[in-house]
């Protein structure tokens, strides 16, 4: 067990920012917690490492309680969304800083540099000063510098946010191999649930200072808890259904049966939502008819390369009150939808959940 | 998120308080409570009789409107002539431009007395002024020493360098954007000027004539050696009513009467500034982006009057000096008066005038030390301090500046004479009068590069196992250093040329330069001339070289 929060609450000029927050993180794992901004993602960061004060909660490094540490004592790691490099000091200075709080001699000092910064693929960078570095570079100096001192656990607050994509991606596959490599656990904040999809063994998703779910990236996505939750881990089409039996439900296309859809059983209610991701639908195009499948009309194509997201306007029955429902459905190649063209959908199995609203 | 710097603790705000305060409160409040209780207590008893009585004079109101009166003309004339060459400064390209640039910044670090000085010889009639002026006049040209003009044109002298500092820092940083949009808009170069240029900088104006107008209120030096006996400012007279007439009541309720009027000028600017605020997008753009060649005839022979004007006025009084500090009667080079300064002959100050370099280089030592720890401290309470104290520190670390130095020196004799603290004859007296008038530009110095440096640097240390004080060893200092440097070399040039404050506290054996150059140019003879133009040269000297070393100094980008 490396890190252990225990109900940890902040509170600044009075307000309360997060609210009994519990985290585990083992070693070698990646927690990624998503969350919009405001959230208190970086606040609960912050804490974690003795940056703000806590109001309440324990926390708790390889069994040893560092509630009440100063930051400095704290032995974590942490890298800042604007990396924070001293500038008064060059790629060398930056790096030992940490080994040199921590009293290692300096021929040990030297071989470890040389070792983080072979790590992150900037060898020989050292005696090179901070300004002369691009965007990048001075991101990995700063992933260098937070690991050099093996901490036991590694926080990063969006660390990557102001790169571009294609960086940000090279960038995030290499720390991935530094924290698998020094079996260094690892909290990652970020606002982008792409990220948070792929970068966490575990996601944890906070909003107003709460923890609202935790689970596998997978579990979140096909499963979330709520719509609130569902629309923060990702794109997500929300149907009123009204559940008339334990087999049957009335969507908008019509009656049909529903528990072999659902990825987790339903509660309940009668008056419900159901969640579905724009991956739980098969697509018929021309349409077809059959058990489970329904027609709408493609009004909109987001092109992506390697798939493209189509929306899709549910038909309505004539005289229905309700607004046409539109759908955002996931079509992998080849394409042959076009706008206009009419298109058949159908549920998949165990892809959808429902909620009570 | 919040990009603070990093908050002090209480316990260590208290320690790092305790420098500022019981220095201020010795050295500045002490005094100036003694000056108001000499002006307001009066017959056992708290009242406004000397205040009265001299507001009823008819000669110090006389002295109080001629105060006002130059003030209002100096700062006019110096828009005027200062405008204009921080507009062709800021965007045109020239030969000489940089030597005109520092021509014309420099003037402002030098000391009050070197300016009167090289002022005195330029006015003589039988230099180059007279020179110039005997076209005009024939035979005889009149002798400008001592008459409003002379004093006028020292303190253009002096703040122009003010207004291309203030002005022509804003012109720099101007979004070319702006400008551009009207060109494209259909705008000619004169409506651009008037209508796009002038009301950007308007603000900037506004705050370097208020800034020039408090100076110039307050002017001292200038005034006592160029004015007259008929023009007295109020500094002036402070200083005649004490040295002179001892009548110490009388310059204590013109000391108090200053301090009202500064105070209410200063609150004025304040709201002032603040009221012509333009919000507009600065581009931190490098200095000189903007400066193009003159292309015209009209653009050229602006440009050229302004360098021939600038070489003239700035260059003229001071190589005057030099020159005239060379010279015996009809020998146009020796170094006489030079070695005279080291000879006891010099009867005047009772040893030979040299020992005044020596003491004025001692004094500026401890007074740069003494500033910048106070200073150093002061500036990491404004910056990091708890929120209240901040503005509080800011208020009280410029109000030195407000207060002039005649009034200092004044409260020092007034103020540190008698128990519970009797240091009329201690040598610490000047160094630490030189020290409260240099520490509010330390202060102005060392605080934005403190500001500048961001919390996540802070946190960084902390995180990588730094604590507190390591990280203020490790990162702050490394980081103010140049800083500090720059401050440092500011309060030294300050030091150096002190004079208002000095002249009151100075004593025989602690003579520094400004005061042995008044002594001597207040007695006849060539010789006390001559030396005081060699005392003179060899003041400019040191300022100079003491700012060239400071100029080497580049202050680091702290935002990484």
């Known amino acids: 067990m490396s890190l252990r929060v225990e109900e940890l609450s902040v509170e600044l000029a009075g307000k309360s920012i997060i609210h009994q927050v519990s985290i585990e993180v083992n070693d070698g794992e990646i927690v990624a917690v998503l969350g919009p901004s405001g959230s208190g993602k970086t606040t609960m960061l912050r804490a974690i490492a003795g940056l703000v ?57 030297l071989g470890r540099r040389r070792e983080v910064l072979e790590l992150v693929g900037l060898g020989g960078f050292d005696q090179r000063p901070v300004a002369s570095l691009s965007g990048g ?38 720390l991935v191999d530094v924290l698998v490599q020094t079996n260094t656990g690892c909290i990652h904040v970020t606002h982008d649930h792409v990220e948070a999809l792929r970068s966490g063994d575990r996601l944890v998703v906070l909003s107003e200072g709460e923890i609202l779910q935790a689970g596998s990236p997978l579990e979140l996505w096909r499963m979330p808890n709520s719509e609130a939750i569902g629309r923060i881990v990702g794109p997500l089409n929300t149907v009123p259904v009204e559940l008339i039996s334990s087999a049957a439900m009335v969507a908008p296309w019509g009656r049909t049966s529903y528990q072999h859809l659902l990825a987790r059983p339903a509660p309940n209610t009668n008056s419900s939502k159901l969640l579905a991701r724009p991956d739980a639908f098969e697509i018929s195009v021309p349409t077809t008819g059959g058990q489970g499948w329904f027609e ?38 080849p394409s042959f939808s076009e706008l206009g063209s009419r298109i058949s959908l159908k549920l998949k199995d165990r892809s959808v959940v429902i909620t009570a609203t | 998120m919040d990009k603070h710097n990093v908050a002090l603790s209480l316990k260590s705000s208290i320690l790092l308080s305790i ?19 000499l002006g307001l207590h009066h017959d056992n008893q708290w009242n406004l009789n000397i205040l009265q009585s001299v507001w009823g004079d008819s000669y110090l109101r006389q002295v109080i409107w001629f105060t006002f009166a130059q003030a209002i003309a100096s700062t006019a004339l110096t828009i005027a002539i200062g405008f204009p060459i921080a507009y062709l400064l800021a965007r045109y390209k020239f030969p000489l431009h940089g030597f ?11 000391p009050t ?31 400008l020493r001592g008459t409003l003009a002379a004093v006028l044109m020292a303190h253009v002298f002096y703040n122009v360098s003010v207004v291309v500092r203030i002005v022509g820092g804003l012109l720099d940083q101007l979004d070319p954007a702006i400008e551009d949009a009207a060109a494209v808009l259909g705008a000619n170069k004169w409506n651009i000027f008037t209508k796009v240029t002038l009301p950007l900088v308007r603000p900037a104006l506004i705050s370097a004539a208020l800034v020039v107008f408090l100076f110039t209120f307050t002017s001292f030096g200038v005034v006592l050696f160029l004015g007259g006996p008929g023009n007295s400012t109020l500094e002036v007279e402070i200083h005649r009513q004490t040295a002179l007439l001892l009548n110490l009541p009388v310059a204590a309720a013109l000391s108090i009467s200053q301090l009202v009027m500064v105070a209410v000028l200063a609150t004025i600017s304040l709201k002032q500034q603040r009221g ?20 015209t005839i009209g653009e050229r022979s602006v440009v050229l009057g302004m360098i021939l004007v600038s070489l003239g006025f700035f260059g003229a009084p001071l190589l005057a000096m030099v020159l005239r500090s060379l010279r015996s009667g009809s020998t146009v080079f020796t170094l006489e008066w030079y070695r005279r300064l080291f000879g006891p002959s010099s009867t005047v100050l009772g040893r030979s005038a040299i020992e005044a370099v020596w003491n004025s280089l001692q004094f500026a030592a401890v007074a740069t030390v003494v500033a910048v720890v106070v200073g150093l401290s002061a500036s990491f309470v404004i910056v990091r301090g708890p929120e209240i104290w901040r503005r509080w520190f800011e208020v009280l670390l410029l109000l030195p500046l407000g207060v002039s ?93 002190e004079f208002g404050a000095t002249v009151f506290i100075a004593r025989a054996d602690t003579v520094t330069v400004p005061v042995a150059i008044m002594r001597l140019l207040g007695l006849p003879g060539a010789s006390n001339y001559g030396q005081a133009m060699a005392l003179s040269s060899i003041l400019m000297a040191l300022t100079f070289s003491s700012m060239l070393v400071v100029s080497k100094i580049r202050l680091p980008q702290v935002s990484a």
């Open chain 2, 405 to 497: 130095a005649v009034t200092v020196g004044f409260g020092f004799i007034v103020g540190l004479d008698e128990p519970p603290l009797n240091l009329r004859n201690s040598w610490w007296l000047i160094p630490m009068a030189q020290a409260l008038v240099s520490t509010p530009f330390v202060v102005r110095v060392l605080v934005p590069v403190l500001a500048s440096i961001e919390s996540r640097i802070h946190e960084a240390a902390a995180v990588l196992g730094a604590s507190p004080l390591r990280t203020l060893w490790e990162v702050d200092l490394p980081l103010i250093g140049r800083a500090v440097g720059l401050a440092a070399g500011f309060a030294f040039a300050m030091s150096l040329g």
């Open chain 1, 53 to 109: 004060p806590l109001a309440q909660g324990r926390i708790w490094s390889n069994g040893h309680d560092i509630s009440n540490q100063p930051s400095f004592r704290r032995g974590v790691g942490y890298m800042f969304q604007e990396h924070a490099l001293f500038p008064h000091r060059n790629v060398a200075e930056n790096i030992e800083f940490g080994l040199r709080m921590a009293k290692m001699r300096k021929p040990e000092r």
């Open chain 1, 137 to 174: 570079e001075r991101q990995r100096v700063a992933l260098a510098r937070a690991i050099a001192p093996k901490p036991a656990l590694l926080l990063l607050d969006e660390p990557f946010s102001s790169l571009d994509r294609a960086l940000r991606e090279r960038l995030w596959e290499d």
């Open chain 2, 113 to 143: 007395v070197v300016v009167a000085v090289a002022f005195l010889v330029l006015l003589r009639p039988d230099g180059w002024a007279g020179g110039l002026l005997g076209g005009w006049w024939g035979a005889s040209p009149p002798d």
């Open chain 1, 296 to 333: 709408g009309t493609v009004i909109r194509r987001n092109f992506m390369g390697t798939h493209a997201l189509v929306e899709v306007a549910l038909d309505t029955d004539a005289g229905a009150s309700d607004e046409p429902i539109g759908l955002l459905v996931l079509e992998t190649t």
């Open chain 2, 19 to 37: 420098i500022p305060i019981s220095f201020l409160a010795i050295f500045f409040i002490l005094p100036v409570a003694n000056i108001i209780a």
């Open chain 2, 276 to 295: 012509a605020a333009v919000e507009q997008p600065l581009v931190g753009g490098r200095a000189g982006a903007r400066q193009r060649v003159a292309s």
């Open chain 2, 100 to 110: 005109i640039n520092g021509l014309v910044t420099v003037p402002f670090v030098l």
